[in-house]
């Protein structure tokens, strides 16, 4: 069997990584806005599905679940839900708020645990986790048990087209093991039994692609089936355009430490989203404290730390915008939240510059 999705070759261990998490997903505006938008296209969905459509209340199981931010939005409208969350401090903030959360990294053990206990859910849903497993197979299978005969999984991830084509270099790092294709992904999920039948687009991430998936084969919409032959022609998963994507991203983070170096000259620079991906794109341009006086981040659990490799100070908003003039600058780091932080920057009264590095080009605001 041959293997054309992109992956890194090195794997941390996930205890390492997940069983104490800095990502809360209701820190974000923006990511909170969006989980109404999801459950609305998830409803939307099931209701033209025979026997789930119509079945009150369901019950939505969330693999890596974070703060119950998405679940929550399931419950208000009369759903179950439970959820399944490695990061304890994260799963007890989730469980504070009112959503059920195990402890416990998602696997097949644990999914003939769930199904078992609970019974199979008419919706499984796994955000921005598929990419981020090693034992990716073990989680898919779980996913298909726990669903079952006619339940619905939900798989978002990062899209490997908007990655190539929009230039997300801070978005390879060591967290991010695959990077699918809507063609990977659907091959992947086959393998164990499940069929795609819709798929949809997603603002997080900088883009990603929502994709449902069933046991039982449902009729493919046609999203889908146009998203399956618009891609046919792209070549995501070749070798030479990864390479290409490679030497743009070394061209592109040269010129990055370039700007923020001037900027750096004639003022403070500071930047705004302590983010895994932020921490990539400041190393491997090479920017440091030296140009970066401070890093912004809404998120309480970072504030008062260091940026890794790079060693700048992460510190609140009220910090990091009283230490900027109308001749400093903010590097947008969380790019990929740009209209909600400008937003928050210029009623705050900020009339510098806005450096915004990605997608793809360099732009000053």
């Avoid at 696997?107 to 919706?123: F, K, N, P």
Wanted: glycine share 8%; proline share 4%.
């Amino acid at each position: 069997m041959t293997c054309s999705t992109a992956q890194i070759s090195a794997t941390v261990h996930p205890h390492e990584l997940f069983t104490s998490y800095l990502w809360v997903t209701g820190t974000s505006d923006a990511a909170r806005h969006y989980s109404d938008t999801f459950v609305d296209r998830v409803d939307r969905v099931l209701s033209k599905l025979d026997g789930i459509g119509n079945k009150a209340p369901k019950f939505v199981i969330e693999v890596a679940s974070n703060d119950g931010t998405f679940l929550r939005r399931f419950l208000e409208r009369g759903w179950k839900a439970f959820g399944v969350e490695p990061a304890g401090n994260i799963a007890e903030t989730a469980a504070a708020c009112g959503v059920p959360t195990l402890t416990e990294f998602f696997s097949t053990e644990l999914a003939d645990l769930l199904q078992r206990e609970y019974g199979c859910a008419d919706v499984v849903v796994a955000r921005n986790v598929i990419p981020h497993v090693a034992d990716v197979h073990s989680v898919i299978e779980g996913l298909a048990t726990v669903a079952g005969d006619r339940g619905v999984v939900v798989i978002e991830a990062h899209s490997a087209e908007v990655i190539l084509n929009e230039l997300h270099y801070d978005s390879i790092y060591h967290e991010h093991l695959f990077y699918f294709s809507l063609e990977t992904l659907c091959g992947l999920c086959e393998q164990h039994g499940l069929y795609p039948f819709d798929v949809f687009d997603s603002p997080i991430s900088g883009g990603s692609v929502v994709a449902f998936f069933a046991q039982h084969r449902y009729p493919p919409s046609s999203r889908l089936d146009e998203e399956v032959r618009r891609g046919r022609g792209l070549e995501t998963n070749s070798h030479d355009r990864w390479e290409a994507f490679a030497d743009s991203a070394i061209e592109h983070a040269a010129t990055l430490k370039e700007v923020i170096a001037e900027c750096s000259r004639s003022g403070k620079v500071v930047g705004y989203g302590a983010s895994a991906r932020s921490s990539t794109m400041l190393n491997f341009a090479g920017i440091t404290s030296a140009d970066v006086v401070a890093v912004i981040d809404q998120n309480k659990l970072k504030q008062g730390r260091l940026t890794a490799g790079s060693d700048i100070p992460i510190v609140s908003p009220e910090v990091g915008i009283g230490k900027i003039g109308k001749s400093d600058t903010v590097l947008l780091l969380a790019w990929n939240f740009k209209e909600e932080i400008v937003d928050k920057l210029r009623r705050s009264g900020f009339r510098g510059s806005i450096v915004v590095p990605l997608p793809r080009t360099i732009r000053v605001l």
